[in-house]
């Protein structure tokens, strides 16, 4: 082929330095009060972003001898739309065409594996500074070459879309690399201007669109190996359940049954043909042991606030004794609410599951994960073989929002395939995808809140409580926890956005639930700004004022409140915003600032009968600088109806143990007559840099969509599902 592998020294340092920063982010941590300040840094883009793996060396690109480009990312692509903003960045500075980048998705054994995960809005704001350093160094790279080749100095070689021309010599980028086997790594030379790119700002289509549209894209599901079995998992059906042996005898002699696979922490099945896999499956008697017959009103309990542990995660004032005076003499302004949010499943369309084949101290995963390089570690651990023994292969996912950072899937393929000695395909069925899902957390919240003579707040408290987010999860290590003192996750959106306030205060409550709850697309953000914004609805009510006036009488005039000033003026003018309905028909306004980036929203409800119809959704973002504005409002459009879901229908149920529905129809969500007509979306670039971009707009949507109910029926709606009484 021709094609030559840079030389790594370059893109190593990068992956270096970032190592370094996370670990004297450490150094800080320790008391509460800095515990409060690191609270604030997690809410900043920059952070936990992106972190190289720094265990083995890595590569960005390869340079093809046909003159187009490989560009190996290190996070995945689920849906985000992200493929074509990183092949943006890098083109505008390889001085290139995008139809010369082909971008595919990072194996542990052919690029950079990002160390963290794939997630929390964190790939194009966390990748664009590097890969505009790494593409300009590669594009001088190349020039020193050429020139060297062409026998002229550096100064003389002038670029057009990956040719190199000198007087009458011409040399494409695939030429230049034949044959080069040392490499002059120059310094980073100077980065463009944003004004002066081509595609970087600019709205441009999907890379993957044509892919997608005729089926081309590898997903999970679609992978498979030469010489492949299948392989069939028992999972327990009720929560809290232990695996504590199983009788095999009824499945080792059925049809097509190769080996049954019995372990200390399961039992699988292996067959010639998934339906004989499954079939056997069925005839493994295991003895799970559980603890109680759990209920959704055992969760509800568990979860209020008062019970499990607290902390302080935002305090300015005497909020706390100011607004207890007023609810023990109730006093004139004081107000007191609760809400709540139920158990929420992620229901993405491709179930989880691997393809895996273990060859002596050697592993292949092929699979939809979030966790490229954790799944690595984990596999290597349970085959005790080296890392760089164990090659994860991502593939595109059918749908990701936290469900693909947990991956023991991974292993109990691997181990399966260990055993029978050929490749193994082995993946959940449905109602197994649904009982065994990492569940968004229930949550409590209580209000409460003090206005002045003149309308104005002068105490306001959030005390929420919420099942784990981040804590117990397999992505971060288990000091952590004692570390940061309370859930990273659940604490998202929970810190009150507003100023101008005497005293003001967060409490965290965190309690341990008998079944696994964890990272759900924007984490606490839908329940907290529900809480928190439904209030500050009810409390503009209370107070006699515009709840838009409201909220902006209350913002800061720093850098962060000039930003969310700016988007919700802009809502609301946009939208042409009024505070009183219009027969069944009115306005719910919402906002909030999540990782970075405010966000604006205005929905037009109406109420027919019971019946609850988002007509339109007004939506202004500030995500800093939008690389790619079609993607981001595509961003917004996809968040706002999966919000609209979460918000009005999306609950799970325990009854008897068992998390219930198992199967979309009875678990509710959101279809096509439910989605407004409209999503009108408006994009700020703020601050001219990249930020987060896929969370924040699920934000304000459930909140936006009850104060509208509000202003129709007078009915506070404090409890998601939204249902009118």
Same mark, same amino acid.
């Given at each position: 082929?021709?094609?030559?592998?840079?030389?790594?020294?370059?893109?190593?340092?990068?992956?270096?330095?970032?190592?370094?920063?996370?670990?004297?982010?450490?150094?800080?941590?320790?008391?509460?009060?800095?515990?409060?300040?690191?609270?604030?840094?997690?809410?900043?883009?920059? +952070?936990?972003?992106?972190?190289?793996?720094?265990?083995?060396?890595?590569?960005?690109?390869?340079?093809?001898?046909?003159?187009?480009?490989?560009?190996?990312?290190?996070?995945?692509?689920?849906?985000?739309?992200?493929?074509?903003?990183?092949?943006?960045?890098?083109?505008?500075?390889? @001085?290139?065409? +995008?139809?010369?980048?082909?971008?595919?998705?990072?194996?542990?054994?052919?690029?950079?594996?990002?160390?963290?995960?794939?997630?929390?809005?964190?790939?194009?704001?966390?990748?664009?500074?590097?890969?505009?350093?790494?593409?300009?160094?590669?594009?001088? +790279?190349?020039?020193?070459?050429?020139?060297?080749?062409?026998?002229?100095?550096? !100064? &003389?070689?002038?670029?057009?879309?990956?040719?190199?021309?000198?007087?009458?010599?011409?040399?494409?980028?695939?030429? #230049?690399?034949?044959? /080069?086997?040392?490499?002059?790594?120059?310094?980073?030379?100077?980065?463009?201007?944003?004004?002066?790119?081509?595609?970087?700002?600019?709205?441009?289509?999907?890379?993957?669109?044509?892919?997608?549209?005729?089926?081309?894209?590898?997903?999970?599901?679609?992978?498979?190996?030469?010489?492949?079995?299948?392989?069939?998992?028992?999972?327990?059906?009720?929560?809290?359940?232990?695996?504590?042996?199983?009788?095999?005898?009824?499945?080792?002699?059925?049809?097509?049954?190769?080996?049954?696979?019995?372990?200390?922490?399961?039992?699988?099945?292996?067959?010639?043909?998934?339906?004989?896999?499954?079939?056997?499956?069925?005839?493994?008697?295991?003895?799970?042991?559980?603890?109680?017959?759990?209920?959704?009103?055992?969760?509800?309990?568990?979860?209020?606030? &008062?019970?499990?542990?607290?902390?302080?995660?935002?305090?300015?004032?005497?909020?706390?004794?100011?607004?207890?005076?007023?609810?023990?003499?109730?006093?004139?302004?004081?107000?007191? %609410?609760?809400?709540?949010?139920?158990?929420?499943?992620?229901?993405?369309?491709?179930?989880?599951?691997?393809?895996?084949?273990?060859?002596?101290?050697?592993?292949?995963?092929?699979?939809?994960?979030?966790?490229?390089?954790? $799944?690595?570690?984990?596999?290597?651990?349970?085959?005790? =073989?080296?890392?760089?023994?164990?090659?994860?292969?991502?593939?595109?996912?059918?749908?990701?929002?936290?469900?693909?950072?947990?991956?023991?899937?991974? /292993?109990?393929?691997?181990?399966?395939?260990?055993?029978?000695?050929?490749?193994?395909?082995?993946?959940?069925?449905?109602?197994?995808?649904?009982?065994?899902? #990492?569940?968004?957390?229930?949550?409590?919240?209580?209000?409460?809140?003090?206005?002045?003579?003149?309308?104005?707040? @002068?105490?306001?408290?959030?005390?929420?409580?919420?099942?784990?987010?981040?804590?117990?999860?397999?992505?971060?290590?288990?000091?952590?926890?004692?570390?940061?003192?309370?859930?990273?996750?659940?604490?998202?959106?929970?810190?009150?956005?507003?100023?101008?306030?005497?005293?003001?205060?967060?409490?965290?409550?965190?309690?341990? %639930?008998?079944?696994?709850?964890?990272?759900?697309?924007?984490?606490?953000?839908?329940?907290? $700004?529900?809480?928190?914004?439904?209030?500050?609805?009810?409390?503009?009510?209370?107070?006699?004022?515009?709840?838009?006036?409201?909220?902006?009488? !209350?913002?800061?005039?720093?850098?962060?409140?000039?930003?969310?000033?700016?988007?919700?003026?802009?809502?609301?003018?946009?939208?042409?915003?009024?505070?009183?309905?219009?027969?069944?028909?009115?306005?719910?306004?919402?906002?909030?600032?999540?990782?970075?980036?405010? *966000?604006?929203?205005?929905?037009?409800?109406?109420?027919?009968?019971?019946?609850?119809?988002?007509?339109?959704?007004?939506?202004? +973002?500030?995500?800093?600088?939008?690389?790619?504005?079609?993607?981001?409002?595509?961003? *917004?459009?996809?968040?706002?109806?999966? &919000?609209?879901?979460?918000?009005?229908?999306?609950?799970?149920?325990?009854?008897?143990?068992?998390?219930?529905?198992?199967?979309?129809?009875?678990?509710?969500?959101?279809?096509?007559?439910?989605?407004?007509?409209?999503?009108?979306?408006?994009?700020?670039?703020?601050?001219?840099?990249?930020?987060?971009?896929?969370?924040?707009?699920?934000?304000? =949507? &459930?909140?936006? =969509?009850?104060?509208?109910?509000?202003?129709?029926?007078?009915?506070?709606?404090?409890?998601?599902?939204?249902?009118?009484?």
């Amino acid at each position: 082929m021709g094609e030559k592998k840079f030389s790594r020294r370059k893109f190593i340092v990068r992956t270096l330095l970032g190592g370094t920063g996370v670990a004297l982010g450490g150094l800080y941590l320790g008391r509460n009060g800095i515990r409060r300040g690191l609270y604030e840094v997690l809410e900043d883009p920059d +952070m936990l972003s992106y972190l190289g793996d720094v265990s083995s060396p890595s590569m960005w690109f390869e340079v093809m001898a046909d003159n187009t480009i490989k560009l190996f990312s290190p996070k995945v692509e689920m849906g985000q739309g992200s493929f074509t903003s990183l092949v943006q960045i890098a083109a505008d500075e390889l @001085e290139v065409d +995008m139809e010369m980048i082909k971008i595919e998705h990072a194996a542990t054994e052919t690029g950079n594996i990002d160390g963290l995960s794939t997630g929390g809005s964190t790939t194009v704001a966390g990748l664009f500074q590097p890969i505009r350093e790494l593409s300009a160094t590669l594009r001088e +790279m190349l020039r020193a070459e050429a020139a060297k080749k062409m026998g002229v100095e550096t !100064h &003389g070689v002038t670029n057009k879309n990956g040719v190199f021309s000198s007087g009458d010599q011409t040399m494409t980028y695939g030429e #230049t690399v034949a044959g /080069v086997t040392e490499w002059d790594v120059p310094d980073t030379p100077p980065l463009k201007d944003v004004s002066q790119y081509k595609y970087v700002g600019k709205p441009v289509p999907r890379v993957d669109l044509v892919d997608k549209v005729i089926g081309t894209p590898m997903f999970g599901m679609d992978a498979s190996m030469p010489d492949m079995l299948y392989g069939a998992v028992v999972r327990p059906s009720k929560i809290g359940s232990k695996f504590n042996g199983a009788d095999t005898g009824g499945a080792e002699n059925m049809p097509g049954v190769v080996k049954v696979v019995l372990e200390d922490d399961f039992v699988g099945v292996v067959a010639e043909t998934l339906i004989q896999a499954e079939n056997a499956k069925r005839k493994i008697k295991v003895d799970w042991v559980t603890q109680k017959d759990w209920a959704t009103d055992d969760i509800v309990e568990m979860t209020k606030v &008062g019970k499990g542990e607290s902390m302080v995660i935002q305090k300015e004032g005497s909020a706390a004794s100011t607004l207890d005076d007023a609810e023990e003499t109730n006093a004139d302004g004081f107000l007191k %609410l609760e809400f709540s949010s139920p158990i929420g499943a992620h229901a993405q369309i491709e179930p989880n599951g691997a393809v895996a084949s273990v060859e002596g101290d050697k592993a292949t995963i092929e699979m939809s994960t979030q966790v490229v390089a954790m $799944t690595r570690k984990e596999v290597a651990s349970r085959l005790g =073989i080296d890392e760089e023994n164990v090659n994860v292969i991502p593939t595109y996912l059918g749908g990701g929002f936290g469900r693909r950072l947990h991956t023991p899937h991974a /292993v109990q393929a691997a181990v399966m395939s260990k055993a029978v000695g050929k490749p193994i395909k082995c993946f959940f069925d449905r109602k197994e995808e649904f009982q065994n899902d #990492t569940f968004r957390p229930p949550t409590h919240h209580v209000m409460r809140a003090k206005l002045n003579d003149s309308g104005s707040i @002068e105490a306001l408290e959030h005390q929420f409580s919420s099942g784990d987010v981040a804590y117990n999860s397999a992505l971060l290590p288990g000091f952590a926890n004692s570390i940061i003192g309370t859930d990273m996750g659940a604490i998202r959106g929970g810190m009150i956005q507003y100023r101008n306030i005497p005293g003001l205060q967060t409490v965290s409550w965190h309690t341990d %639930l008998p079944f696994a709850t964890s990272w759900w697309r924007s984490l606490g953000l839908l329940a907290n $700004t529900f809480a928190i914004e439904s209030f500050m609805d009810q409390l503009a009510q209370q107070a006699g004022k515009n709840p838009v006036d409201f909220r902006l009488a !209350h913002i800061g005039d720093d850098e962060r409140g000039r930003r969310l000033k700016k988007v919700i003026q802009v809502a609301a003018e946009k939208s042409g915003y009024q505070d009183k309905a219009s027969g069944n028909r009115a306005m719910g306004f919402a906002a909030s600032t999540d990782a970075g980036t405010p *966000c604006a929203q205005v929905a037009e409800v109406s109420v027919e009968g019971k019946r609850i119809k988002v007509e339109k959704v007004t939506c202004v +973002m500030d995500p800093g600088f939008a690389v790619n504005p079609d993607q981001v409002k595509a961003q *917004c459009e996809g968040s706002i109806n999966m &919000g609209i879901s979460a918000s009005m229908f999306e609950q799970m149920q325990v009854e008897r143990s068992e998390l219930r529905p198992v199967i979309y129809g009875p678990y509710r969500m959101a279809l096509m007559r439910d989605t407004p007509k409209e999503i009108d979306v408006e994009i700020i670039n703020g601050t001219g840099k990249p930020g987060a971009v896929g969370e924040p707009p699920l934000g304000p =949507i &459930g909140a936006a =969509i009850a104060n509208a109910v509000y202003r129709i029926t007078g009915q506070r709606l404090t409890d998601m599902p939204l249902k009118l009484s």
